[in-house]
Nanobody, 114 residues
Framework: QVQLVESGGGLVQPGGSLRLSCAAS????????MSWYRQAPGKQRELVAA???????NYADSVKGRFTMSRDNAKNTVYLQMNSLKPENTAVYYC????????WGQGTQVTVSS
């Protein structure tokens, strides 16, 4: 079965950094566009970053310059490096794989707080 498993979330102080990972199985990983979404309390789920099979990236305006998405096809894994974190970045972050079908991870909690 298809699985997307996120890891790397946790509690971090404002200005700190975290790196999220999403390990995929059950799909031909290299052909999928991969994305990170997040959902903060009381808000809609929103796209944070995406990376195509060719390696092109797109970011939400709010994270440009601070977050970097990458992929390692040999490891079937995508990453989200998050720097200069702010309290408003607190959310559950979800990994998403989309092509003909779409799959979601279970989410990982990121909390930015003093």
């Amino acid at each position: 079965q298809v699985q997307l498993v996120e890891s790397g979330g946790g509690l971090v102080q404002p200005g700190g950094s975290l790196r999220l990972s999403c390990a995929a199985s059950g799909i031909i990983f290299s052909i999928y566009t991969m994305s990170w979404y997040r959902q903060a309390p009381g808000k809609q789920r929103e796209l944070v970053a995406a990376i195509t099979s060719g390696g092109s990236t797109n970011y939400a305006d709010s994270v440009k310059g601070r977050f970097t998405m990458s992929r390692d096809n040999a490891k079937n894994t995508v990453y989200l490096q998050m720097n200069s974190l702010k309290p408003e970045n607190t959310a559950v972050y979800y990994c998403y794989a989309g092509k003909l079908r779409a799959y979601w991870g279970q989410g990982t909690q990121v909390t930015v707080s003093s």
